[in-house]
């Protein structure tokens, strides 16, 4: 099983340019999720997705937009990119009772 | 709103001894807690997850255990390894329908050979 899967795997960006981060699972979850690491910070949500359908806000949306595109597959959308979202962006998942969170490899974004 | 704080930021051991990380949160209505580990340039790795009605969970070297009521969860390795050598991040989810995690910002593991 190869989890969770995130595209790209590193992003230059310039001030102002937008991009889409791409995650998708194979593990039949409902729950899928959108974080940044910034040092000093751990880890802060920036989207989730309870179920396919369905997009609630977390502690830090400024900037982004998301789209739960089916089951499988939970996208991140940077409209107009900042250098203050420079940044590590995890996509996770989860489902069934336990609720254990999987991560993928994570996308390492630097914004110019 | 939950934090959730991880002292020490940084632990340097030698190999063979058994440690403990700590993990402290200031809302006591969570639903579980997990631990994690990070390695550099990777991906979070689930090491263990207490549901809150439990009060440990054990998975080979590593013992966690949770205390609700004190708002604290430690994780226990023991016989540490060079290979443990990693970040390690604990995160609670609180209870209602809301899964989303609050995590720490983690223990920087040394373990020297």
């Known amino acids: 099983n190869a989890g969770v899967t995130q595209t790209p795997k590193f992003q230059v960006l310039k001030t102002g340019q937008s991009m889409t981060l791409q995650c998708a699972q194979d593990m039949n979850h409902n729950s899928m999720y959108w974080y940044r690491q910034d040092p000093g910070m751990g880890l802060r949500l920036i989207y989730y997705s309870a179920s396919e359908g369905t997009t609630d806000k977390g502690e830090v949306p400024n900037g982004y937009n998301v789209s739960r595109l089916n089951k499988r597959e939970f996208s991140l959308r940077l409209e107009s990119a900042a250098p203050s979202q420079t940044s590590v962006y995890f996509c996770?998942?989860?489902?069934?009772?336990?609720?254990?969170?999987?991560f993928g490899p994570g996308t390492r974004l630097t914004v110019l | 709103k939950q934090e959730v704080t991880q002292i020490p930021a940084a632990l340097s051991v030698p190999e063979g001894e058994n440690l403990v990380l700590n993990c402290s949160f200031t809302d006591s209505a969570i639903y579980n807690l997990q631990w994690f580990r990070q390695d550099p340039g990777k991906g979070l790795t689930s090491l263990l997850l207490?549901?809150?009605?439990?009060r440990e969970q054990t998975s080979g070297r590593l013992n966690a255990s949770l205390d609700k009521s004190s708002g604290r969860s430690t994780l226990y390795i023991a016989a540490s390894q060079p290979g443990d050598s990693a970040t390690y991040l604990c995160?609670?989810?609180?209870?209602?329908?809301?899964?989303?995690?609050?995590f720490g910002s983690g223990t920087q593991l040394t373990v020297l050979p």
């Open positions: 995160a609670v989810r609180r209870s209602g329908s809301a899964r989303q995690l609050t």
């Open positions: 207490i549901q809150s009605s439990q």
């Open positions: 996770a998942s989860s489902g069934g009772m336990a609720d254990t969170q999987y």
